[in-house]
């Protein structure tokens, strides 16, 4: 199984991005069965969870990221996204997507967000 994540970029501060984190290697009533989480790590600091978007599709939220991030799922193309509008610098680092099945724990490579002020 792996996760692929994409999307990433430079954006102005207010700008917006849609990352997309496809899972290969895996078919698509398992990738429906898990949840799907997005975290974020920058210079210096740990990782922290972004967002979580569950097999029920309800969804949650770091309060850093409320009313601006948004995270959805499609299962039949088995990707998860995060829509990210009024970007502040703040928000710069690198974005992971990850899950949990099967008792082991998958992480995308990574896509680098850059919001510059």
């Known amino acids: 199984v792996q996760l692929q994540a994409s999307g990433g970029g430079l954006v102005q501060a207010g700008g917006s991005l849609r990352l997309s984190c496809r899972a290969s290697g895996m078919i698509f009533s398992s990738f429906s069965s898990v949840d799907m989480n997005w975290y974020r790590q920058a210079p210096g600091k740990q990782r922290e969870l972004v967002a979580t978007?569950?097999?029920?599709?309800?969804?949650t939220y770091a309060d850093f990221v409320k009313g601006r991030f948004t995270i959805s799922r499609d299962n039949g193309k088995k990707t998860a996204y995060l829509q990210m509008i009024s970007l502040k610098p703040d928000d710069t680092a690198v974005y992971y997507c990850?899950?949990?099945?099967?008792?082991?724990?998958?992480w995308g490579q990574g896509t680098l967000v850059t919001v510059s002020s």
């Open positions: 978007v569950r097999t029920d599709r309800s969804t």
């Open positions: 990850n899950m949990d099945w099967q008792s082991r724990s998958y």
